[in-house]
């Protein structure tokens, strides 16, 4: 582990550092929070098993996740200590460190999936990437996961009124709980680790996520309704400490962005099949009502939203306004 000392002075040897054949090998902690059938999840295996390769097995990846290590609440502080190397926040919490990152949180941004690769892919995406550089952070890429769907308990969920006077968990984001503000539902922002436990226990009546984190941690078993609503991006900005970045070789630095972008394309692909994929297997496997807003109850939720466009484009900043709105027409 001569290479991990000499990268990483203060942080602890994951391993006995007395195996052989390791001792130049420089390892890189990836924490995340969900479950490993996941976008997020997957995504992660699949850069280390590409850093492996295109490094002939000299620079490892250790993945850790379903918030073993931090929680989606302390892994941005541990990434700024060089406790761990590699985090893929859920872009709606990095509205704590900038607010710009908001633009992804307003209501039906992306219509669909295509838009959102275009938006993260694009202008949007490399600006709020750049955004990281005065926190210290570099900026790696976006591992979009989908759009958000609404589960609850007191359903059916179909106009918007109807979650009026509702306990929702939801992440921290000043937009998202703006938004259920509108909805006159009452909007708690908890780890995602927690949101099981708040919805079994009836703490809750229900959350906003994707179907494959609805999927991986089997809400859907404590859920009696789904509305596939499809109002919220929810996707990735994976991201190092600067230091650490600067701290590594021209080589290193070569093969890390290499396998980032070959993952972030398999990613764009392997997201959305993943997301169809497990809608298919709760459907098969569970008896929650799903209900899918139609075109007319759609244009009900955008009317009602649309206020936020107004109360936090400031904020946002015009230019990345300007992008959303020429991204949609
Ligand atoms: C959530 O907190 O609901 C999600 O951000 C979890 C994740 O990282 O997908």
């Given at each position: 582990?001569?290479?991990?000392q000499k990268?990483f002075?203060?942080?602890e040897l994951?391993?006995?550092?007395?195996?052989e054949?390791?001792?130049?090998?420089?390892?890189?902690?990836?924490?995340?929070?969900?479950?490993e059938?996941t976008?997020?999840?997957?995504a992660a295996?699949k850069?280390?098993?590409?850093?492996?390769k295109?490094?002939?097995?000299?620079?490892?990846?250790?993945?850790?996740?379903?918030?073993?290590l931090?929680?989606?609440?302390?892994e941005i502080s541990?990434?700024?200590?060089?406790q761990?190397?590699?985090?893929a926040?859920?872009?709606?919490k990095l509205?704590?460190?900038?607010?710009?990152?908001g633009?992804l949180?307003l209501?039906?941004?992306f219509?669909n999936y295509?838009?959102?690769?275009?938006?993260?892919?694009?202008?949007?995406?490399?600006?709020?990437?750049?955004?990281l550089?005065k926190?210290?952070l570099?900026g790696?890429a976006h591992w979009?996961n989908?759009?958000?769907?609404?589960?609850?308990?007191?359903?059916p969920?179909?106009?918007p009124?109807?979650?009026?006077?509702?306990?929702?968990?939801?992440?921290?984001?000043?937009?998202?709980?703006a938004?259920?503000g509108?909805?006159?539902?009452?909007?708690?922002?908890e780890?995602?680790?927690?949101?099981?436990?708040?919805?079994?226990?009836g703490k809750?009546?229900?959350?906003?996520n994707?179907?494959?984190n609805i999927?991986?941690?089997?809400?859907?078993t404590?859920q009696?309704?789904?509305?596939?609503?499809?109002h919220g991006?929810?996707?990735?900005?994976?991201?190092?400490?600067?230091?650490?970045w600067?701290?590594?070789s021209?080589?290193?630095?070569?093969?890390?962005?290499?396998?980032?972008?070959?993952?972030?394309?398999?990613?764009?692909?392997?997201a959305?099949?993943?997301?169809?994929?497990?809608?298919a297997?709760?459907?098969?496997?569970?008896?929650?009502q799903?209900?899918?807003?139609?075109?007319?109850?759609?244009q009900?939720w955008?009317?009602?939203?649309?206020p936020?466009?107004?109360?936090?484009g400031?904020?946002?900043?015009?230019?990345l306004?300007?992008n959303?709105?020429?991204?949609?027409?």
């Amino acid at each position: 582990y001569i290479g991990y000392q000499k990268f990483f002075p203060q942080a602890e040897l994951p391993y006995d550092d007395d195996q052989e054949g390791l001792s130049d090998q420089i390892v890189f902690k990836f924490s995340h929070v969900v479950a490993e059938n996941t976008p997020k999840g997957q995504a992660a295996a699949k850069f280390a098993e590409l850093v492996d390769k295109k490094s002939n097995g000299t620079i490892q990846i250790v993945v850790f996740p379903n918030g073993s290590l931090y929680s989606d609440i302390e892994e941005i502080s541990a990434l700024k200590d060089e406790q761990v190397h590699l985090i893929a926040p859920s872009t709606s919490k990095l509205g704590m460190l900038s607010a710009e990152w908001g633009v992804l949180d307003l209501p039906f941004a992306f219509p669909n999936y295509e838009a959102i690769i275009k938006g993260v892919h694009g202008p949007i995406g490399e600006k709020l990437l750049q955004s990281l550089e005065k926190e210290g952070l570099k900026g790696l890429a976006h591992w979009p996961n989908g759009l958000k769907q609404i589960t609850t308990n007191k359903g059916p969920v179909i106009e918007p009124e109807d979650l009026a006077g509702q306990n929702f968990r939801i992440m921290q984001s000043d937009i998202i709980q703006a938004q259920y503000g509108l909805l006159g539902a009452v909007a708690q922002q908890e780890s995602f680790n927690s949101t099981f436990n708040l919805i079994e226990e009836g703490k809750v009546d229900g959350e906003e996520n994707t179907i494959s984190n609805i999927y991986s941690r089997k809400f859907y078993t404590v859920q009696k309704h789904l509305t596939i609503t499809e109002h919220g991006y929810l996707g990735y900005a994976v991201m190092m400490n600067q230091d650490v970045w600067d701290r590594q070789s021209e080589e290193t630095q070569q093969i890390l962005l290499e396998a980032m972008e070959e993952t972030t394309a398999w990613n764009d692909e392997n997201a959305h099949k993943l997301n169809e994929e497990q809608l298919a297997l709760i459907k098969e496997n569970s008896s929650i009502q799903i209900h899918e807003l139609s075109g007319p109850e759609k244009q009900r939720w955008i009317k009602k939203l649309n206020p936020l466009y107004e109360e936090y484009g400031e904020v946002i900043g015009k230019e990345l306004m300007e992008n959303l709105r020429e991204l949609r027409e």
